[in-house]
């Protein structure tokens, strides 16, 4: 008791009359405990890592609004009341519950996504404001509750895209995974992906995580292929399993054929001296992709010149894909 009474001495202000140690109230010590918890969630608080995606939209007079106001078909929950699709059948209960979940609509997602970084980006500023060492308990609390009510908008945005890391998944099946663990997997790709997409673009989210949870998939393929290539060449029946060669194909032949009529259609209406840089850039031509210097020296400019052209041509070739509904078409077939 001496002990608890005397360091709530040290804790009390500087100036006030204290009293003989044994002469410390409860009060006093629940007074000090009160001050440590504070001091505590003072140093928790500006310890934390608010990470979020800059947009201009934020600065304008009207930024609160647009991050409040929903859209007319947003609704939370996201359950929706019928049965399971077919493409949920044969899986565990978990994973087609997923189907149970309503997709996003674009502007849902672009409400949800502009939420979730308004309210960070609101923590972080409001704290860049707070003194360290003098912030009040209702200061703190509400730079909180805009963060807890950003990782609820995140949880909506996670929950409403699950069943697609379930359908790529599918895809993806090899011997060094399960169906499960890569659901795992692609699970975590997706929440990275929420944390990184920039909704400002005016694109959809299935499309950049899409991407990401792929990207991440063929990585983990390639790590089972080195690991099996490694150890397991001294037993016959696992040799003959590591030799197979797991199927990663995500479209048809079909499919394929009309994404390169296509991309070939995009590269013809370009300029010759774009096309000419788009191609060796990313090694269309079968040739290992070339770098800005290599391109430069070749055609007799700077390689700021051969970046600002291939920058150029992307563009175009965005526009492009754009009119002729490419993102749809594709996210169709997914």
């Known amino acids: 008791m001496i002990a ?26 629940a007074a000090a405990r009160r001050r440590a918890e504070l001091a505590a969630r003072r140093e928790a608080l500006f310890a934390r890592e608010i990470d979020y995606i800059p947009c201009r939209q934020f600065l304008k007079a009207d930024a609160e609004a647009l ?18 699709p077919a493409d949920a059948k044969g899986l565990t209960p978990y994973l087609a519950s997923l189907y149970q979940n309503r997709l996003l609509s674009k502007d849902e ?34 730079v909180e509750g805009w963060l807890t009510e950003a990782e609820t908008v995140k949880a909506i945005l996670i929950t409403s895209n699950l069943r697609l890391v379930v359908s790529i998944a599918k895809k993806f099946i ?13 699970n975590v790709a997706l929440m990275r992906s929420v944390e990184k997409f920039n909704f400002a673009l005016g694109n959809r989210f299935s499309t950049y995580a899409t991407y990401a949870i ?6 983990l393929s390639h790590r089972g292929r080195q690991f099996r290539k490694r150890f397991v060449a001294d037993d016959e029946s696992l040799r003959d399993r590591a030799e197979s060669t797991p199927s990663t194909e995500y479209c048809s032949t079909e499919q394929i054929d009309v994404l390169k009529g296509l991309f070939s259609q995009f590269l013809g209406e370009l300029e010759p001296r774009e096309r000419k840089i788009v191609v060796a850039r990313f090694g269309f031509d079968g040739k290992p992709p070339r770098t800005f210097r290599e391109l430069g020296s070749q055609m007799g400019v700077c390689k700021e010149r051969i970046r600002q052209i291939q920058t150029r041509a992307m563009e175009k070739l965005r526009a492009m894909a754009s009119e002729a509904r490419l993102e749809q078409t594709v996210g169709d077939w997914l």
């Open 214 to 219: 792929q990207r991440h998939f063929f990585r």
């Open 67 to 84: 991050a409040t106001k929903p859209p007319a078909d947003a609704a939370v929950p996201l359950e929706s009341r019928d049965g399971p």
């Open 109 to 142: 997602e672009q409400f949800y996504f502009r939420r979730m970084n308004w309210l960070k980006f609101r923590a972080a500023t409001t704290r860049g404001r707070l003194d360290r060492r003098r912030a009040t308990l209702r200061q703190i609390e509400q």
């Open 4 to 29: 608890a009474a005397k360091k709530a001495l040290k804790l009390l202000p500087r100036g006030r009359t204290t009293r003989p140690a044994s002469r410390i109230t409860a009060a006093d010590v």
């Open 174 to 186: 090899d011997p060094s995974w399960t169906f499960d663990e890569l659901v795992s997997e692609g």
